[in-house]
């Protein structure tokens, strides 16, 4: 049987198919793992990662049925080259060509674009989607780490982290404040200092032009910002933490980027302003259950800092690529 491949509008599908389509995966593929909720998978499809930029989507049926689906991310700002690709299969038509369809036919669209290599963030190892990326020559270019925070497990004291001294932390929601916009931008550099491993995805050179693109577009796709930053003497922001809240998922909280500039390192900057952060979302939002955040692996520092607030690891996985002609 050929698979119908097509080009869709996220926004315009079938919730409850793409559910039924993750929950099946989830049951042969991670067995052992929380299944995801209707809002994971509705958030998923319908509120993309907006500092990834435009969305494609792409699903393959069966006599009707959803067999699969493919959804891409096209960053800009220095990552014009690249294309972020997140693919599922149904068990039940797997071994089909289905996947290796849907990636011919967004590697062709993608191609037309100007996109030159596909990413793809998150894959398990040793699992069916890591042999079938192997399969199709994409090599591992980083590993990470997913740790989560469950706020039923964690004592709240150990959120009681002093400011060190000589800095004072300054926290805002949806947009940084103008006088300190400047200084924020610059600190934003600083996230580029992690280490990336071999993926193609290149730090974006921050502006504050930039900065106000994004913040518009996290509120009109119902993305709650907060930030706390650490102001030094000078009144400069030397360091921040981003986390974000969604309408969909009420009881589920994303740690973004936390950095800190290289001069004010070694102090506790980070597990100071993490520890802020999470006080005070468990203050506004007693609704919260929990939090999640990835960290490269290779940087074990911020690993441990997670560890220290409550955050336990809890999968690693891959970062896959390779270019898209031939694909």
Avoid: C
Avoid at 22 to 29: F, Y
Avoid at 95 to 116: F, M
Wanted: overall charge neutral.
């Amino acid at each position: 049987m050929t698979p119908e491949i097509r080009l869709v509008d996220p926004l315009a599908e079938d919730v409850d198919e793409h559910v039924e389509l993750h929950l099946a995966v989830s049951r042969v593929d991670y067995p052992n793992v929380a299944p995801p909720t209707r809002e994971t998978v509705q958030t998923r499809l319908r509120s993309p990662d907006i500092d990834l930029g435009e969305s494609l989507a792409w699903t393959a049926r069966v006599d009707g049925r959803l067999a699969g689906a493919l959804g891409t991310q096209l960053p800009v700002d220095g990552n014009e080259h690249l294309s972020m690709i997140r693919l599922v299969v149904h068990p039940d038509f797997r071994r089909q060509g289905i996947g290796s369809r849907l990636l011919h036919t967004a590697a062709e669209a993608l191609r037309a674009r100007g996109r030159v290599i596909g990413e793809v963030s998150r894959v398990e190892s040793n699992s069916p989607g890591s042999r079938f990326a192997a399969a199709l020559g994409f090599r591992t270019v980083n590993t990470s780490v997913f740790q989560l925070l469950e706020f039923a497990e964690v004592d709240p004291a150990i959120w009681e982290v002093p400011v060190p001294l000589g800095y004072r932390l300054v926290r805002w929601i949806g947009q940084a404040p103008e006088y300190l916009v400047e200084s924020y931008v610059r600190a934003r550099h600083a996230i580029g200092d992690a280490p990336p491993g071999e993926s193609a995805f290149r730090t974006p050179s921050w502006t504050v032009a930039r900065l106000r693109r994004l913040e518009a577009g996290y509120r009109s796709n119902g993305i709650e910002r907060r930030v706390v930053a650490a102001v030094d003497s000078d009144g400069d922001v030397v360091g921040i933490t981003e986390l974000d809240l969604q309408s969909l998922r009420p009881d589920l909280a994303a740690q973004r980027d936390t950095a800190v500039l290289a001069a004010h390192r070694g102090h506790g900057l980070g597990q100071a302003m993490k520890a802020a952060m999470l006080r005070w979302i468990t203050a506004d939002r007693p609704d919260l259950r929990r939090v999640w955040t990835s960290t490269a692996t290779a940087n074990q520092y911020m690993a441990d800092v997670n560890h220290r607030l409550g955050f336990a690891t809890v999968r690693r996985y891959s970062v896959v690529n390779r270019e898209l002609d031939g694909l």
